[in-house]
């Protein structure tokens, strides 16, 4: 047994989704680094200018280095109300002034004023962000660089960059469930051809093999294209077998006529009473194969026919008078009352005249050889949508649990039957878009229906 194998929808979907969850994942790193670059990149500027203004503020005042710390410098960085400032001022003989003297002197050793840099450090077991800004002074009595150092921690910063990596990661979530929801979309649509096709092949009569004439993309024609060449090949191997059976048939008939007429002129000879037995046992098996001879011929023809032989204008009352004159015998061992029940106008529909008579006369020949005591009754009725041929006759009729059975070649085969008249009478309905029904009668009785489309639109 083949392993069940996922649907292409499914295998598609999976895919994408991993995709865009990979690539979710990578834009949400990205916009986490990004956020922060942007968050250092805004608070470092605020750090830089208290570092400035701190330089600004140094003066020399009676030959002594004085420190005043601007109270706009500590307002600048207070817009952050949850972080902390450390600062130091080292002096050109690097003894602190004023601040922390602990706090890390940032290793670069950029000119004086000019783009000094922030960098990642630790003070007091947290994490900061710390700038160096250097003053020249060449006072005679102080000279060379002092050096303003302020640190700063993180916590605004983060915050930032967290917000900002949140909202990011909402416009992610969003623009990927959109995106699945096109690929959904997409996928239903580009798969609709498969399933055209599909449908296509669904839906046809099981002796159906015209080719497929779907519309279908570029990429699904080799597809359709070796579906094609494989029901070529069987309508070939099809044809060849039918042909056979034909031919078969037709030459077992003639024979068989012969043989008949033999036996029919030897039964009018004088003989013992056994031997008569015997030979009425020999004409009974003889006409048993002239008729299933007459139906596998039968059958050839229609499934030849079947979707090879254009349909056309059929008046249906026309086809059941010629039916019920061929398919009734001259003589009968009863009595058999035949009654027809037609309109005065022509009911016409799109068919084959000529697998339509066969189908009426085998359901006839059904019924007076296995169901109609004493009367057989054909009727003509146009439904608002199918136009039905029903035979009735008052026999027993067929058991409901046969009658999947008995539209199947040799499915239910009765004493004195092929096996094939219904299944004949099924295929023709099937190929004229028809079905075969049947109906037991409210008293004794019992109905075949066999209903046709009033109007047959061009195959698909």
Do not use: C
Request: glycine share 6%; hydrophobic share 45%; proline share 6%.
């Amino acid at each position: 047994m083949a392993r069940r194998e996922p649907s292409l929808f499914t295998r598609l979907i999976v895919l994408i989704s991993l995709v865009l969850m990979v690539g979710a994942a990578a834009l949400t790193t990205a916009a986490w680094y990004y956020a922060r670059a942007a968050a250092n990149n805004a608070y470092d500027r605020l750090l830089v200018g208290a570092a400035y203004q701190m330089a600004e503020a140094l003066t020399v005042q009676g030959g002594t280095l004085t420190v005043e710390l601007p109270v706009s410098a500590f307002e600048l960085l207070a817009n952050s109300e949850r972080d902390r400032i450390f600062y130091k001022i080292v002096d050109p003989g690097g003894r602190t002034l004023t601040g922390y003297p602990d706090l890390t002197t940032p290793e670069s050793d950029a000119p004086a004023m000019a783009n000094p840099e922030a960098k990642d450090g630790r003070f007091k077991g947290v994490n900061v962000r710390v700038t160096k800004v250097g003053r020249f002074f060449s006072d005679p009595s102080v000279q060379g660089r002092v050096d303003v150092v302020v640190a700063q921690t993180t916590e605004a910063r983060t915050a930032l960059a967290r917000e900002l990596t949140l909202r990011a990661v909402a416009l992610i979530i969003v623009m990927s469930a959109l995106a699945l929801g096109g690929a959904v979309f997409a996928i239903r649509y580009a798969l609709r051809p498969i399933g055209r096709v599909g449908a296509a092949l669904r839906d046809r009569d099981p002796h159906d093999v015209t080719l497929i004439t779907v519309s279908t993309p570029r990429e699904l024609r080799p597809f359709v294209s070796a579906t094609n060449e494989f029901i070529t090949r069987l309508k070939s191997r099809m044809d060849l077998m039918q042909q056979f059976i034909a031919d078969a048939a037709h030459q077992i008939r003639t024979p068989l006529t012969a043989l008949k007429a033999q036996l029919q002129l030897l039964s009018r000879q004088t003989m013992e009473p056994q031997r008569l037995q015997h030979l009425a046992r020999v004409q009974e098996r003889v006409d048993q194969l002239s008729r299933l001879a007459s139906q596998l011929l039968s059958h050839a023809m229609v499934n030849h026919r079947a979707g090879a032989v254009p349909l056309e204008i059929v008046d249906v009352v026309e086809v059941v008078r010629r039916a019920i004159r061929e398919a009734v015998p001259e003589t009968l061992d009863r009595d058999v009352l035949t009654s027809l029940e037609l309109p005065p106008d022509p009911v016409t529909i799109e068919g084959d005249a000529i697998s339509l008579k066969e189908a009426v006369k085998n359901v006839v020949d059904n019924a007076v050889r296995h169901g109609a005591p004493t009367q057989l009754t054909l009727r003509v009725r146009r439904q608002s949508q199918t136009v039905d041929i029903e035979v009735e006759d008052d026999g027993p009729g067929i058991p409901p649990e046969l009658w999947p059975q008995v539209t199947e070649r040799f499915g239910a085969p009765s004493p004195g039957g092929s096996g094939l008249g219904l299944s004949i009478a099924a295929d023709v309905l099937a190929a004229h878009g028809g079905r075969l029904t049947f109906r037991h009668a409210d008293g004794n009785g019992f109905a075949i229906i066999m209903s046709l489309p009033s109007r047959i639109g061009p195959k698909l």
